[in-house]
């Protein structure tokens, strides 16, 4: 699992919270940049991707990651609730969406089993 | 007395003495059984002439004009008074030297109407040579006219100067006429380019007498060749003409002060027209009052020092083109504007100055509004401009509380799943989540109302969808997805944001609906509920709020609201294109 977000202490104590619900967490970036490089870099199966990012859109990301080869499954991350983006809002496909202040190791497994 | 009513005393006496003259010379020329069918004629163009001096006297500032036409009429009836009147020597002197006088009395009133003076020198020369020559031209019977000589003539007994011999005084009567032929042309010359130098509008007042004077000049000359011929003929025709004559000036003058009247009136009309004009219709009038269609004005703008036409373009008064002047309005210090005008509109000056000051309160009410406008727009960018800055201190705000306290929390709340593996405590634990996730959600609900995100970043219709989903009561939502300014989709929003509010706290409503849409230009949002109605804006309350807020960004705000018939909110904003 990778995690792309530019909180440095938010970053840090979910990779420790997801490491400690037995996640394999394998990388951290802080921009959409990091975000493409240590996706090719280190393959991982799934991105927590925060929506908001300093050089961009996180769903832009997400569409680029989509492209990859042995695309990771996505998992967008914002601090903002779900009606701040509407029941319109176009969410890249293939995407989850999870609050960050519903971020638990459980909530993200079942995001991960919905199809 | 005052000198105005001195000149009128001696026009209405003059007037007075002529009239008397015509009776008597009628009475005596009836008693003497020589009285032919052109008496009535001149009679009657006699009192009509009398009746002209009277009325121009009876004009402000006619009075000199009066009596120069006084001074001719007298003179005429003088001149036409040949009948046997048996008088003192000093009368006859009298009588024989104002005869004389008439053909320059002509002259002076021909070229001092419609004023009264002579303003020009070689208008004033002719005149002085025509008295020279008239009194040379008497001055030879009075010499050595025998009385007696004739039943009918006058006068019948001699004059002061008489001498008692005998001398054919016709070369001197021969020189005289070639002068006043002379004078008769220079005369025309002078009336022709007194026509031709007359301003446009001045022209039709001039043209009745100029024509007159043409004709009656040529009826003179006509009559002087005649009679220098010797030719016997034409002569009865040309008296016919004379009398046509005597009726023609009266009349002419007439026409002419009537057309003078009528520009007198134009600018009557031109102070009414003035109290009416709008924007751009001063110009026209003041064309039409001075009668140049020419004319153009010119308002001077106090800030840029320079006048500026009525489209706002700069006039440069240092190249105002040949055969064209220009009359400032108001003082000249401080000129409030100025007429660009044909040059020989100058000779009527207090026509222009007439015509100015009237203009003059039109142009302080078109430059005050001018200011006013200014000021109002003025005030309604600064608004807009203040209600902008206020929506990006909001924006700001948002992420900032975002960006900052929020995910500090966030953090928090990490951290806290992390001591659960960990904690003795896991109720103290849960207690700290429970009030962590309160915090959240309210410095959500903060952030919210500050900005909220989803308008700036995907619009208005998602937005007040996202507030309907939020509210107590179902509320049907009908809006596109198309983006407007962004001060335009705030004051939209938080105006659907603050109605849905009042209808939560105060319509009791079962449901309400939104609509936003774009007709005629206009962003169109409409607000209605099934409430209870009955709501009003008061100084300081919410809905006064949401206009000002509507109104600060140019747009508009109604609220229909029966009691017991609901509440319907429409707003109306200016969408950019």
Sequence with gaps: ?115 | MTATRRLRAAAFALAALTLALWVMDVVRQLQLGIADSGLASYGVAGVAAVVVAVAVARQPGGERMALVIAVWLCASALDDLTVDWPVSRSATTAWMLARGLAPSAYALMVLAYPSGRLRRRGERLLVAFAVVVGLVWMGAPLLFFRPGACSTCAPRVSSWLYTGTTFDYLPVGQASWSAFIALGLVFVVLLVRRLHAAPPGARVTLLPLGLAVFFAAAEFIAQRVVWLGGWQSPVAALDWIDRANALLLPLAIFVGLAAIRRRRGALGDLVVELGRAGPGQVQPALARAVGDATLELALWIPDREEFVDEAGKRIDTNAIPPGRALTAIGPPAKPLAALIHDERLLGQRTLLEAAGSAARLALENTRLQAELRAQLAELRDSRARIVEVADAERRRLERDLHDGAQQRLLALGLALQLLRERSADPELLGQAEAELQTALRELRDLARGIHPTILSEQGLGPAVRSLADRAAIPITVEAGEERYPAAIETAAYFVVAEALNNIAKHAAARSAAVTVDRRNGRLQVGISDDGCGGAVATAGGGLQGLADRVAAVGGSLTVASEPGAGTTLQVELPCGS
């Design chain 1, 1 to 115: 699992m990778l995690i792309v977000d530019d909180h440095p202490s938010f970053r840090r104590l979910a990779t420790r919270l997801l490491l400690e619900a037995g996640f394999a967490v394998v990388g951290e970036a802080a921009d959409g940049e990091g975000a493409m490089r240590e996706a090719e870099r280190l393959r991982p199966d799934v991105v927590l991707l925060d929506v908001v990012l300093p050089d961009g859109s996180g769903l832009a990301v997400a569409r680029e990651l989509a492209l990859l080869r042995e695309a990771p499954r996505v998992v967008l991350i914002s601090s903002r609730g779900r009606s701040d983006f509407g029941d319109s809002f176009a969410w890249p496909p293939g995407c989850s969406f999870l609050p960050k202040h519903e971020l638990t190791a459980v909530s993200l497994r079942d995001a991960l089993q919905r199809p």
